[in-house]
C-alpha cells in the first residue's frame, strides 16, 4: 500500500469512529474533517492514480458527513449498520492491495534488469489470422550488479507490461485488478552495468507457467539473479496473460483450439512445441552480440552453453528445449506436467524435476508417470526434490498479490503454509546448486543445499549407461 493510500484509510476510518460513536459531539469540526478529506482524496487520486480498492474509502468518507439520526429509529440501526459495513468493506479490500510488496532479492549482489522485444522473421504466429505477422518473443533479463552506492537504486522498469491497456482478463485474475502493478518494486535497477566477474557469467533461460506473465515470476528470478546467474524470463506471445509486442501492442492470451481437436492435451502438446521453437530462438539471438544491449554485450554472459528452467508447463518446454538443442546443458521442471512424447525421450544431459508438496497439489497422473518416466529414461544426472507445504502457485508472486491475512486464508484452503517467500528461498538454493556444475564447471554440494531445508525431500535419481551407437564399420 502506498502511503497517500495510509493516509486515506487512516483518515476515513478515523472520521467513520468518530460518526458512529460520537456524532452529536461538534458536528461543524467533523464536516471540516469530511472536507479536508476530499481534498486528500483528490490529492491521493492525483499522485497514485485511481484504483478500485478506493471505492469503500471513498463512499466511508461521504457518510462519515451525514447529520445524526434520531436515537433507535429504523433509520439510525439501518445507518449505523450501514456505516459499519462500509468501513470493514474499507479495511477488507486491502486484502488484495493496489501495490503488492515483494521481497528483496536474498544472494549476494543487486539486480538489474533489461526487457528484450524481439521477432522471428522466420516463424508465422500462430494465433492470429494475419499471414503476415510474425512470431514475438519476449525476454526479461534479470542479471547481477554492483551494490547501489545511492538507497533506492536507480531508474525501475515496470512490474508487468501494458498496465495502462490491460486485457480484461490476465489468467484468471480481472485486468483491472492489476492496474496499478507497474509500481510494484521490483528491486531491480534498469539497464545497470553487469557485475564485473574474472569469467562470463552463466545463463538461464525461464519459461513461464501456462497463461502466467513473465512479471509473476520476478521474486524467483531476482532471486536467482542474485545469486550469479542472468535469467531471461519469456513472455510466449497470445499464451502469456499479458504482452506488449515489438510493436507495442498489448495482446492478452488467444486460445486457438483446432477443428474436431476439443481435446485440450493435445492442444497442449502443439503449444510445447510452439514454447520449444521459442526458446530455441532465445538462444540464437543470445549468440549474436548485436541483439544485446551494452551491459550484456562483449562477450560478458557465456551464451555458448545455457540451461533452462520452467515452471509448471514452462517446465514442460524447458525438457523438450534440452532434448532437442545441444547448446542447453541442463534443464530444470518446476512442477510442469509433459505433454506428447516428451517422457518416452531419454534425456542425455543434467535434469531436475522440483515440485511442490503432492498433497497439497494433487499432481495428477500425467504429471507423475510423465516424469517419472523421464527419469527412468536418464543416461545423466538426474535429480528430484518435492518442497513440503508448498503448492503449485508457491514458486510464484501470485500469493504475494493478497495481504497477509488473505495469504494466510488461501493457505489454509489450498495448502501452500510455507509461504512463498520460504519457497522462492530454497527454490533458489536448489536450482543454483544444481546448475552450478553444468553452467560454470564448478559443482556445488546440491544434497547439502537440500538438506540444509528440512522438509526439502529427494535427492539423485540411479540413471541408465548412455547408449553407444555400433560401429559401422564392423
Known sequence: MLIP?????ALVLALAAWRLFAPARRPRLRIAAVALGLLLSAAQWALCDFTWQDLPAYALLALSALPPLRTGTVLFWIGRLGLVGTAAA??????????PTLPEPDGPYSVATQVYRWTDSTRDEPHTVDSTD???????AWYPTARSEHPGGGARLAYIDGTDRMPDYVSVLPGFLLHRYGRIDTHAEALAPLAPSDRPWPVVI?????????????????????????????DHSYESGVTQLPDGRVVGTEENFPPGQPDRIRYMAQQQLVRTSDIRFVVDRLARPEALSPPLRGGRIDASNVAVIGHSFGGAAAIAAMSEDPRVVAAANVDGTPYGDLPDRELTRPFLLLQSDAAETHHGDFFVNGNGKLLEHMT??????????ANHYSFTDAPFFFAPPGRWLLAQVMGGGRGPAAT???????????LAGPLTGVPSDLAATAARYPEVLGGAVEHKEARVAPDESE
Not at 493510500?5 to 484509510?9: Q, S, V
Not at 545423466?380 to 507445504?389: L, Q, R, T, V
Open 206 to 234: 525461464f519459461s513461464p507457467g501456462y497463461g502466467a506473465p513473465r512479471a509473476v515470476y520476478t521474486g524467483l528470478a531476482t532471486r536467482l539473479a542474485s545469486r550469479g546467474f542472468v535469467v531471461f524470463v519469456l
Open 424 to 434: 522462492q528461498q530454497a527454490a533458489a538454493d536448489i536450482l543454483a546448486a544444481f
Open 134 to 140: 510474425r512470431r514475438s518473443v519476449i525476454a526479461q
Open 5 to 9: 493510500d495510509l493516509i486515506l484509510l
Open 90 to 99: 474499507t479495511i477488507g479490500v486491502w486484502v488484495l492491495p493496489a501495490v
Open 380 to 389: 545423466a544426472p538426474g535429480f528430484h526434490y518435492e518442497i513440503k507445504h
